[in-house]
């Protein structure tokens, strides 16, 4: 148990829907990460939070959102699904210093089926 | 910029040989570098990391990964693998003080009885 959780565990929805993701990180933890895993593109790195603030933006798409609250728990929120949104997305949380190399600890993913 | 390229997207050995998972990277700055493990349907788990100290570095379940800066290297190694083993295996480099993260694209281990 890497200490980050995810929930829902499971998520079936249509196109055109919007759902919301929810990550609680590590105890301590400040920093935030969400991955996308699919098939046909692997593990992409989406965006990543800092003590609330965006740090790094990475394949995210424009209908894709995210933010990290007081309480440091995150939520990543999907828009206008396609079918191609279905995938597993993960969240990883890291560190307690800004600028230190930290290993991330994953949580167990949510995934995301578009019909 | 900065990458990671992982050399084989699939490995199959015989239970019982050694392991090689090869990893090549680049990046403008000097780089963290991990390995990470994916069994089916779980999530990612930390095998082993470098960060700048012995570059012979130590991860759990008996692997071990050696930095070669020459090389821009860290490939993955385990002696003798075990059924357990077969899993995806990423390789991920870190850096820069917004710590980018770049993630390769996974080599699947697949052990042979």
């Known amino acids: 148990d890497s200490g980050v959780t995810q929930t829902p565990k499971h998520l079936i929805t249509a196109t055109g829907q919007r759902v919301t993701l929810r990550c609680s990180p590590r105890s301590g933890d400040l920093s935030v990460y969400w991955y996308q895993q699919s098939l046909d593109q692997g593990l992409q790195f989406l965006i990543q939070?800092?003590?609330?603030?965006?740090?790094a933006k990475g394949n995210i798409l424009e209908r894709f959102s995210a933010q990290q609250f007081p309480d440091l728990h995150s939520e990543l929120n999907l828009s206008s699904l396609e079918l191609g949104d279905s995938a597993l997305y993960f969240c990883?949380?890291?560190?307690?210093?800004?600028?230190?190399?930290?290993?991330?600890?994953f949580g167990p993913g949510t995934r995301l089926t578009v019909l | 910029a900065q990458s990671v390229t992982q050399l084989d997207s699939h490995v199959s050995v015989s239970e019982g040989t050694p392991v090689l998972l090869r990893c090549n990277y680049s990046s403008s700055y000097s780089p963290s570098l991990f390995w990470y493990v994916q069994h089916p349907n779980k999530g990612l788990q930390l095998l082993l990391k470098y960060t700048s100290a012995a570059t012979l570095v130590k991860g759990i379940n008996g692997f071990e990964a050696e930095f070669k800066k020459s090389e821009t290297s860290f490939h993955l190694t385990k002696p003798s693998a075990h059924m357990s083993d077969a899993a995806e295996y990423f390789c991920?480099?870190?850096?820069?003080?917004?710590?980018?993260?770049?993630f390769g694209t996974g080599t699947k281990l697949q052990v042979i009885p």
């Open positions: 939070y800092y003590n609330g603030e965006e740090r």
């Open positions: 990883a949380s890291s560190g307690k210093l800004a600028g230190s190399y930290n290993e991330q600890f």
């Open positions: 991920v480099v870190l850096s820069g003080g917004y710590q980018k993260v770049t």
